[in-house]
């Protein structure tokens, strides 16, 4: 395919130029190189409702701060059952006393998630993308969470490293919204891969990609990479 569009996207809004062919296989390349520095052998599979919960808690919260309350709160709530008859503001509480920000809505959504999910679903969580958006605070990205990590499903949930370093690789346009993003590495990467496409740009966001001052010199990505050969600038990303 060497036209401008794809299905509902465009090439127009990138820097340089390259067809959907050349962009396909370039966005396979560069997935088998970060697959192959970040490894996962462990399977993504974990525990949907507990992933849902994790994610909740994370949203504008320092990786580490959100895995030990995460872990305090089931060595102290358990199980869906208990987090649900649990009062709100208790809940509030418990991540105010943790330092957790936005702790009035998470705490909120939190125990009203884990009602609805026993009500309306039987106790287990939804894997469908809509069903999850439903949930309260499970905006788009979370819900991509919880289907990669909860239910190891084939899903890209888009982040900040994400999105910052697929417009970097000019996977996805330098000035598009998240979710246009997710449709672009969709499209450009085959979808029995597309589960590693969040833990390994995480990981070299946090290593080598990083916000400000990104180490192109040491990326074993720079030879695919436009922003390395100057074709994206730090100015145009959004
Ligand atoms: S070459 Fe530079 S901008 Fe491109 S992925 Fe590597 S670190 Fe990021």
Not at 104 to 110: F, P
Not at 120 to 135: F, R, S, T
Request: aromatic content about 8%.
């Amino acid at each position: 395919m060497t036209g401008t569009k794809s299905g509902s996207l465009s090439l127009e809004g990138f820097t340089f130029d390259e067809t959907w062919e050349e962009k396909r296989k370039r966005a396979g390349r560069i997935v088998e190189v970060l697959m192959k520095t970040y490894p996962r052998e462990r399977l993504l599979i974990g525990d949907p409702y507990r992933t849902l919960v994790h994610c909740i808690i994370s949203q504008r919260m320092r990786d580490e701060v959100t895995y030990r309350v995460w872990g305090e709160l089931f060595e102290r709530y358990r199980d869906i059952e208990t987090i649900a008859n649990t009062p709100v503001e208790e809940m509030q509480r418990f991540l105010r006393e943790r330092g957790v920000g936005l702790w009035k809505t998470k705490g909120e959504w939190i125990v009203k998630a884990s009602r609805i999910i026993l009500e309306e679903y039987g106790g287990k969580v939804p894997d469908d993308i809509h069903e999850l958006m439903k949930l309260p605070g499970i905006g788009r990205k979370c819900a991509n969470i919880v289907l990669a990590y909860g239910f190891g499903k084939q899903a890209i949930p888009v982040d900040t490293h994400v999105n910052r370093i697929s417009k970097r690789l000019g996977l996805a346009p330098p000035r598009v919204p998240p979710e246009k993003v997710e449709e672009y590495l969709r499209e450009l990467i085959p979808r029995e891969k597309w589960i590693y496409v969040n833990h390994a740009m995480v990981d070299h966001g946090k290593n080598i990609c990083n916000p400000i001052r990104p180490k192109c010199g040491e990326c074993p990505l720079k030879e695919l990479c436009p922003y390395a050969k100057g074709l994206v600038g730090n100015g145009d990303i959004r």
